[in-house]
């Protein structure tokens, strides 16, 4: 049963009002307790420590923005494809400042310091000692220990509790909750890159899976060499005139995706890289891969990465909302994910928040759905979509020979979201829950991907490459639209699950199940969503 605590956490992340356990009201909390498996407790934290956390505000006049968003994607509708622009945005939905002025002084007066504020101002980073943070919210911060989002990464350190929040009412007023509190980012230098560029593929090549080949499988090369009637030098739809982004934590080697990409016989330029807050100190083998696929689906899109300092909750949401809140981007991916109940509801909601507003700036935002076979944050909002995971087999002659639902891809009826419209007449074993996956592509070890980390060739799967790949893809369909004077897609769902049409540009997916007992099936299924996506259909399908 769901404690009272994180309940009222949930009420106050959706609505911004106060919300009372047994002593009295309390501010909705986003640092965990203990899980088995996954959070582990060791204590109370040192006083005399540092933290850095969150402060969330909350959209304002949600069911407002919500119709506009409905209407935005409604064929039939006069506003359908106007997207809303940042300013609009932050006009009529951006918490107000006022309110943000007086947190601020609050926690100044409290002895803390305020970092940053979001270009949204939906999120408030500021920093003390943990001694500070323990009396000014009536808490006992714990050190505690959970798993990596990065794949490969050690264990991380962080913050938890085992009481709520219980600052003055003037603050559980005026803010939605405490997003996330961890310990400080490293400050250590980032190193030098050294080394060089390679120019060779891996000498067993045919081991794993290149760009090439995930191209032909999912049509993505149909678009790169369709004939088009725009002289601007470049053959075919190959993500020209797209802005691609990927949110990500630490960094990458560019001479690792250099390797890369001229390796396998692509050119493009160097991603934009965009610092969202602390300087980066580290490297990550995830960020690198999400990078290289994404660049390599649409190597003449505009490529830009956004990226927190590490892989912890705090970094990633605080980068993922910056990045919608640019409205820089058509397409924006990541592959940084936690199951839905090991994050508190509020970080769920303020995951959801950010991709709201994406919705309404017309982003297309895909996510990997996990590999835990269950649902992920933050593929799990409605406003996204989530990319799950296949088994892909291919003939000699390179054609797909067989496709089946991976047992790894993230499925099911998530916890946070209630069966959002379009997929009511869909899903019928929803459970009043909103269902993942939406659309699926390969994942799994039997059929791992190429990438080159740290000056070395390695293989890896998951749908941390299968989200990459379909932003990539999704960037070429945009470059398609953009040369027939089309606006960008945007938000895909409501599409994808109403019209027969769209539905018809996926290959489905009919074999393979999880653990957890979903199988794939004849048209929608909780593995895979609608299937396979094939880009030069999907191209001329989408309205």
């Known amino acids: 049963m769901r404690s009272l605590s994180v309940w009222c956490g949930a009420l106050l992340a959706l609505s911004g009002a106060a919300c009372a356990e047994d002593d009295g009201p309390v501010l909705a909390s986003g640092l965990p307790r203990p899980l088995a498996g996954v959070y582990f407790d060791f204590g109370p934290a040192p006083t005399d420590e540092r933290f850095r956390a969150l402060m969330a505000f909350s959209t304002r006049d949600v069911e407002a923005l919500e119709r506009t968003i409905d209407d935005i994607y409604d064929p039939t509708s006069p506003s359908f ?14 918490p107000d400042e006022s309110d943000i002025a007086i947190v601020e002084g609050w926690l100044v007066e409290q002895g803390m310091e305020i970092k940053r504020r979001a270009t949204n101002r939906l999120l408030l980073e500021f920093t003390g000692t943990v001694e500070q943070f323990n009396i000014a919210f009536d808490v006992e911060l714990r050190d505690f220990e959970r798993e990596n989002p990065s794949a490969g990464g050690a264990p991380l350190r962080t913050y938890g509790a085992l009481s709520p929040l219980r600052p003055p009412q003037k603050i559980i007023d005026l803010a939605a909750g405490v997003a996330a509190v961890e310990i400080p980012a490293d400050t250590a230098p980032l190193a030098q890159e ?6 060779t593929p891996p000498e067993d090549v045919q081991a794993g899976f290149a760009p090439a080949q995930i191209a032909r499988a999912y049509a993505i090369d149909a678009l790169h060499d369709e004939e088009e009637t725009v002289d601007d030098g470049v053959d075919g739809f190959r993500g020209q005139g797209v802005k691609l982004g990927v949110v990500a934590g630490a960094t990458f080697k560019i001479k690792d995706l250099q390797s890369f990409w001229r390796s396998f016989g692509i050119s493009r330029d160097n991603p934009k890289v965009v610092v969202t807050a602390d300087p980066i100190s580290t490297r990550y083998v995830e960020t690198t891969l999400d990078t290289q696929w994404a660049g390599a689906m649409a190597p003449k899109a505009d490529l830009v990465v956004y990226e927190g300092p590490d892989a912890r909750t705090l970094s990633i949401l605080y980068a993922w909302n910056e990045a919608i809140a640019a409205g820089e981007v058509s397409v924006l991916s990541t592959s940084f994910a936690h199951r839905e109940e090991t994050e508190a509801e509020p970080i769920r909601q303020q995951y959801h928040a950010s991709s709201r507003m994406g919705a309404a700036l017309g982003m297309t935002i895909v996510v990997a759905s996990g590999d835990s076979s269950r649902p992920d944050v933050p593929s799990s909002s409605p406003y996204v979509t989530c990319v799950g995971g296949t088994l892909l087999e291919l003939g000699a002659d390179g054609e797909v020979e067989r496709e089946a639902a991976w047992s790894g891809s993230g499925s099911g009826r998530s916890r946070s979201f209630t069966t959002p419209w379009w997929q009511e007449d869909v899903v019928k074993d929803a459970q009043g829950r909103r269902a993942v996956s939406d659309v699926a592509l390969n994942a ?18 998951g749908t941390s490459f299968a989200a990459p790949v379909f932003a990539g893809l999704m960037a070429t369909v945009n470059s398609r639209r953009l040369a027939e004077g089309k606006p960008v897609a945007g938000w895909l769902n409501p599409a994808l699950y109403l019209m027969p049409e769209v539905q018809a540009a996926f290959r489905d997916i009919t074999t393979g199940k ?18 396979a ?9 989408l309205p």
Do not use: C, N
């Not at 653990?515 to 895979?528: H, I, N």
């Open 444 to 461: 799994s070890p039997e059929a791992s991907y190429w990438l080159y980390y740290l000056g070395k060739w390695e293989r890896r799967a």
């Open 514 to 531: 999880t653990p957890e007992g979903f199988s794939a099936g004849p048209g929608w299924d909780y593995p895979t969503g609608w299937g």
């Open 533 to 541: 996506p094939l880009a030069d259909r999907l191209a001329a399908a």
């Open 81 to 94: 494809r106007q997207y809303m622009s940042v300013e609009t945005w932050m006009e009529r939905h951006a």
């Open 194 to 199: 050294g080394g060089s560029i390679e120019t």
